[in-house]
């Protein structure tokens, strides 16, 4: 299965410089984008076999992302 890659930068190509902008000025955007950067290296393990977890602990974490960056997302359009 091929483990598709979900950082940041890959799902909004388009505010390459304001992510940038918003990790060096904005402690909470900061706070949140390392959040979500380790939260995504936890389920790419997962997804890889690496880290064996049951379905529900993995969809659980997808959704947690999925939460988080709907939060990062707010915060890029503001």
């Excluded at 984008?33 to 977890?53: A, C, G, Q, R, S």
């Amino acid at each position: 299965m091929t483990i598709e890659h979900h950082d940041l930068i890959h799902e909004f190509p388009e505010f390459r410089e304001r992510i940038h902008d918003l990790k060096v000025n904005d402690h909470h955007f900061r706070k949140l984008f390392d959040e979500y950067h380790e939260l995504t290296t936890e389920i790419e393990n997962m997804e890889k076999e690496t880290t064996p977890v049951s379905t529900q602990t993995e969809e659980e974490a997808k959704m947690r992302r999925v939460h988080l960056k709907d939060e990062l997302y707010k915060l890029l359009t503001a």
